[in-house]
């Protein structure tokens, strides 16, 4: 397959990843100026994962909470979002929500992942489940929170900023699968 290419040593916007060390980005943004980024995306993850329909998604991100996560509240729904755009903080959300039904609170946890992610390596959409599923025991982006991350998934931020990488070239050059 041939790969876009870009244009030489333009300078192109890396919105992904804002934060990251200057040496990660300009490593990342030589890449794109050479016309190598999408096959050493390709070369690291040559294939997406299979799970394509809301009922696959549900029955995978169940698997993970309960390997990981038994004692923790139960979910009531794991979908594919079209609404959810793959912007710098969002690649998938979560939400508890809580009503009051008969008298009692009924509380129900669902997480939405972007449809975007339908067509990732399978790493990628386990660390996007990975980081939802962490919100259960912590709502924060700390340490804990963190920490729970890299023991359901001991690769977290490797494939965090992998996934990032992954935008960035989704951003400039479209789909890579």
């Given amino acids: 397959m041939l790969l876009p290419q870009p244009l ?4 192109q916007p890396l919105k992904h990843l804002t934060g990251y ?19 050493l995306l390709l070369k690291k993850h040559p294939v997406p994962h299979n799970i394509k329909t809301d009922k696959a998604l549900y029955a995978y991100g169940i698997t ?24 710098q903080h969002a690649l998938g959300t979560h939400s508890f929500i809580s009503r009051i039904q008969g ?17 990732v390596p399978q790493a990628f959409l386990t660390m996007i489940l990975v980081h ?4 259960l025991k912590e709502k924060a982006h700390n340490k804990a929170f963190y920490q729970l991350c890299t023991y359901m998934q001991p690769a977290y931020h490797h494939y965090e900023l992998e996934l ?3 935008l960035t070239y989704v951003d400039l050059f479209g789909k890579l699968y």
Avoid: C
């Fill in 8 to 11: 030489p040593h333009r300078m």
């Fill in 21 to 39: 060390p200057v040496a990660i980005t300009e490593e990342i943004q030589q890449l794109i100026n050479r016309g190598e980024l999408g096959a």
């Fill in 64 to 87: 993970l909470k309960n390997t990981f996560l038994r004692q923790s509240q139960p979910i009531s729904k794991i979908v594919y979002d079209d609404k959810i755009q793959a912007v």
């Fill in 103 to 119: 008298g009692q609170l009924k509380a129900k946890n669902e997480i939405k992942v972007a449809s975007i992610f339908k067509q």
């Fill in 132 to 135: 939802e599923l962490a919100h």
């Fill in 164 to 166: 990032r990488v992954y």
